[in-house]
């Protein structure tokens, strides 16, 4: 394990109090803000696996919580619908800084709904959806009577996702781009298969049916906006210069992820060299003709309903009226009197068979055991149930309850296995205590250990491993990235 405090406490003084017995006020002079709409690099609308970039300003202290890519976009063909995230419409984000691949966050759809399945993230449902919209638009609350399509006129953009990990956890937050090269976001678009194709709107069973025709999508009027600050007495300015003196370097850390993608059968292999490995993450998707999916997840695909919800979509009626009735399986306490439905790529569900998520095999069938191992070493100690991992990944991800409301939501809609190797805290405190892994050639392995003939075969698995990484911004513009 490694240890590192970017403030020490011989250079804090030698006595510290916190801010709970602290009486003094801090003042910061001659602060002015502003906010920035920054065009990409290119204009147009543009379609699935095409790509855009934006380039921030290059003399100025910008607040990276706040930056976020506005744009307008558009399902387009039968009854096609947007997902319920509209970061799933971005595969891809990378950041480079003079030339310089900084961060690279490879199915950043799929890390984004884990980390709202998981506790980690809210997403405005004005702005980012958190749910697919049915029979009426989440949007403008109007009728959908085809496809979810919004009008591309006037430069409208209904739309605001953040730009990813790397922005979302640096810090220090307000970073001074004077002291850096260039930087650049480079946006990728995803497959066509992150939107919705059912047969039809007008009830629950075609919602679920899949249209023979995948629909598509398009994006335009795409800008980010950029809240950006200045101190007029310079004296921010002077702190970093003599910050590079004295130190030689600024430093800043964020929480990277690197991801690895396979078809699961038993065991799947990662690896890493990272200075510190913070947490492991596998996720599934389903790549069978059975339930909750009937193609696999790249495919054309309807809505995948919730487990549990959706009691107010009675199979048969309308479901732009219906008010009440039940559809079979459905809860009916609260926070379940409504419907909710997932797109396939961001549907998650549990290495088992179809008849293992539902009736009373759910209940009889023995459970598939799992573990991760580090070298051989395995995480945690003992094998592993389905139903413990649920336990296991919300204490890892550091949260009291998750956005599941039933273990077979779970199961079904949001599975995950997750093992934290550092500190809770360190990200919020600037300290690296993950697993150093520099010195070793490590491997990393998430194993089917026991009941083997309770798990499937060919599902998709997602193996996410996030490190604390660190930017050092030299003299001259020079950067370096530890990872």
């Known amino acids: 394990m490694s240890m590192y405090h ?5 250079e804090r003084g030698s006595m510290t109090y916190p801010q709970s017995m602290a009486y003094y006020v801090k003042s910061l002079e001659s602060l002015t803000t502003g906010t920035f709409k920054i065009p990409a690099t290119t204009n147009g609308e543009l379609i699935a696996h095409q790509q855009f970039s934006v380039l921030l300003p290059t003399a100025a202290l910008i607040d990276t919580r706040g930056l976020r890519l506005n744009f307008q976009a558009k399902a387009v063909g039968h009854k096609g619908r947007l997902p319920n ?5 971005f595969s891809s984000i990378d950041v480079n800084i003079g030339g310089i691949n900084v961060s690279s966050i490879q199915e950043n759809g799929v890390l984004d709904q884990t980390l709202v399945n998981w506790g980690q993230k809210v997403k405005d449902p004005v702005t980012e959806k958190d749910s697919v919209s049915l029979k009426v638009s989440s949007v403008d609350l109007e009728d959908i009577a085809n496809a979810e399509e919004y009008t591309y006129n006037n430069d409208k953009a209904y739309f605001s996702v ?15 781009t004077n002291y850096m090269p260039q930087i650049e976001i480079v946006f990728h678009l995803a497959s066509n298969s992150v939107i919705a194709s059912p047969s039809n709107d007008t009830t629950f069973a075609n919602i679920t049916a899949k249209h023979t025709a995948q629909s598509t999508y398009s994006i335009k009027n795409y800008h980010v906006i950029c809240p950006v600050m ?3 007495n310079n004296d921010y300015d002077a702190l970093l210069q003599q910050t590079l003196m004295s130190r030689g370097s600024l430093e800043l850390v964020f929480r990277n992820w690197e991801t690895f993608s396979d078809i699961f059968s038993a065991t799947t292999r990662a690896s890493s060299s990272a200075s510190s490995l913070d947490m492991l993450v596998a996720t599934f998707r389903r790549n069978t003709a059975t339930a909750p999916l ?15 919800k959706n009691n107010q ?16 399986g459905a809860l009916t306490n609260d926070n379940n009197n409504h419907s909710e439905f997932l797109v396939a790529p961001l549907c998650f569900t549990a290495p088992v068979p179809a008849n293992s998520l539902s009736g009373a095999t759910f209940q009889s069938d023995p459970e598939a055991k799992f573990q991760w ?42 599975f995950c296995a997750a093992v934290r190797l550092n500190l809770k805290e360190s990200q919020n405190q600037r300290i690296v205590s993950g697993l150093d892994l520099r010195q070793s050639n490590s491997s990393l392995t998430f194993d089917l250990v026991q009941n083997n003939a309770y798990a499937t075969s060919t599902d998709n698995v997602i193996l996410m491993l996030a490190n604390t990484s660190r930017l050092i911004v030299g003299e001259g513009k020079q950067i370096n990235v530890v990872n």
Not at 85 to 89: E, I, T, V, Y
Not at 393 to 414: H, I, P, Y
Request: proline letters at 6%; a neutral charge; one cysteine or more.
């Open 313 to 328: 979509c009675l199979a048969g009626v309308d479901t732009g009226n219906q008010t009440s009735g039940l559809v079979g």
């Open 230 to 232: 200045s101190i007029a």
């Open 6 to 10: 970017n403030h020490p406490q011989a």
């Open 162 to 176: 953040p730009l990813g990990q790397f922005f979302e956890t640096i810090s220090p937050s307000v970073i001074s």
């Open 85 to 89: 995230n509209m970061s799933a419409l």
């Open 294 to 308: 009937e193609s696999a997840y790249t495919g054309i695909n309807a809505l995948i309903p919730v487990k549990g």
């Open 373 to 414: 191992k580090i070298n051989g070493t395995p995480q945690p100690s003992f094998a592993a149930s389905l139903s413990e991992w649920y336990t296991l990944s919300r204490d890892a991800w550091g949260v009291k309850k998750t956005k599941c409301t039933n273990l077979n939501e779970f199961f079904s809609n949001r």
